[in-house]
Each structure stands twice: as structure tokens, then as C-alpha cells.
């Protein structure tokens, strides 16, 4: 398995504004990934940090509305940039081992 | 039509009644199939891990797949008021640990 931190576990935001999300892992790992979970649905990947190189984004999600650094094996963060209501949400970053992925606990954004 | 299709629910059990939640795909390309347990407010518990077709089980908990009917299930034995949550199915072809994932069954166990 995996432990997983977040930070922060929540925020309150104003639209306009952004707020970076960290992720740590207790170890290295090579695939680290982004998800986001909208009020009452299931979680739709955003994204798959890659270390040392770009993020690769999935179908609607762009990286000047959702920029990700991964600076080494074991911490990624993810900004939501210019934030509006409709990117309330809750952030999840997971890690890939075994053939499976491990999740964090999640950030809970608010927006106004 | 979405690749993975799971029945929100919610549903509503009895305490030590079996549940049963079930999933189906339409990609045959996938090959890893997890259960994951979600408790209000808090992130994805991996349950299960199955590959291929077949049973697994671990405790009260077993993982059924079928790939010829592109179908997949979780029974709960002895079902516990604890087991209430959110229970989501996902799969992965395995090559680009990309998951996808059911839209999430709420299960509520009864005392």
C-alpha cells in the first residue's frame, strides 16, 4: 500500500483566485495522478504527473486551468487557477503500485 | 453510453443481509479490476483487487469478474452498519494506470 497526505484538507475560495494542492507519498513512486470528484458523482481523472517532465492531461482538462509540477518521486502538487464556483470540488491525488492505484484523503474546495 | 456503468443505489440492507454491487463495462481492453469504499468526506479505500476472470475473496468481501459478460461484482457477507458508504467499482487496461471508474453505489447497513 501507500500513505498519502494532502495539504491542505480543505479551503474556502474566492472566485478569481487560485490554490495549489500538495500530495506526499511515504515513498518513491512513478506514476502519480490527479482526480477530481464534483458533488455526488464519481472521480474523473484530470491528470498523470509525470516526474520530470510535463503533465498529460485528460480530454477537458488544460494545463493553464490546472497546472501540476511533480519536482521528484515522492511530492506533486496541482493549482486551480482562476477559480469559479463550479470548480467546487474535492482534489484527489492517488499513486500507482501494484497494479493498482492508492488514494489520499482529498481536498475540499469551496468556491464563492 | 459510459464505459463503466454502476447502479447508484442507494441501497438499504439489513444488518447481516448479503449485499451484492455489481458493475458493467464495455471495453474489453480492460484487464485490472478494483472495489473501492468511500466514507463521507474521506478519500477511496482500495477493497479488492482482482485480474482476469474469477473470484477473490478477503474476509466478508468477495470479488467477482466476468469478462465475457463484461461484468463484474463485490458481495458483502454478514453485512455491518461500518460497511455503510460508497462503494466504487474501477478498471484499467493496465498500460497507462489510467482508472475508470463507476459512478459509486451508496450502501446503507441498518442495525
Known amino acids: 500500500s501507500a500513505v498519502i497526505s494532502q495539504k491542505p484538507s480543505r479551503d474556502i475560495c474566492q472566485r478569481g483566485t487560485s490554490l495549489t494542492i500538495q500530495c506526499q507519498v511515504d515513498?518513491?513512486?512513478?506514476?502519480m495522478f490527479w482526480y477530481r470528484q464534483q458533488p455526488g458523482q464519481s472521480l474523473t481523472l484530470i491528470a498523470t504527473?509525470?516526474?520530470?517532465?510535463?503533465?498529460?492531461?485528460e480530454s477537458g482538462f488544460v494545463i493553464d486551468k490546472f497546472p501540476i509540477s511533480r519536482p521528484n518521486l515522492t511530492f506533486s502538487t496541482l493549482t486551480v487557477s482562476n477559480m469559479s464556483p463550479e470548480d467546487s470540488s474535492i482534489y484527489l491525488c492517488?499513486?500507482?503500485?501494484?497494479?493498482?492505484?492508492?488514494f489520499g484523503p482529498g481536498t475540499r474546495l469551496t468556491v464563492l | 453510453q459510459k464505459e463503466v456503468e454502476q447502479d447508484p443505489g442507494p441501497l438499504s440492507v439489513p444488518e447481516g443481509a448479503i449485499v451484492s454491487l455489481n458493475c458493467t463495462y464495455s471495453?474489453?481492453?480492460?484487464?485490472?479490476f478494483m472495489w473501492y469504499r468511500q466514507y463521507s468526506r474521506k478519500g477511496p479505500e482500495l477493497l479488492m483487487y482482482?485480474?482476469?476472470?474469477g473470484n477473490k475473496e478477503d474476509g466478508r468481501f468477495t470479488a467477482q469478474v466476468d469478462k465475457s459478460s463484461k461484468y463484474i461484482s463485490l458481495f458483502i457477507r454478514d453485512s455491518q452498519p461500518s460497511d455503510s458508504a460508497t462503494y466504487l467499482c474501477?478498471?484499467?487496461?493496465?498500460?497507462?494506470?489510467?482508472?475508470?471508474f463507476g459512478q459509486g453505489t451508496t450502501l446503507q447497513v441498518k442495525p
Open positions: 492517488s499513486v500507482g503500485r501494484d497494479d493498482t492505484q492508492y
Open positions: 515513498s518513491q513512486v512513478t506514476m
Open positions: 504527473a509525470n516526474q520530470g517532465s510535463e503533465a498529460t492531461y
Open positions: 471495453n474489453s481492453a480492460f484487464q485490472y
Open positions: 482482482t485480474y482476469s476472470s
Open positions: 474501477a478498471m484499467t487496461p493496465g498500460n497507462t494506470g489510467k482508472l475508470i
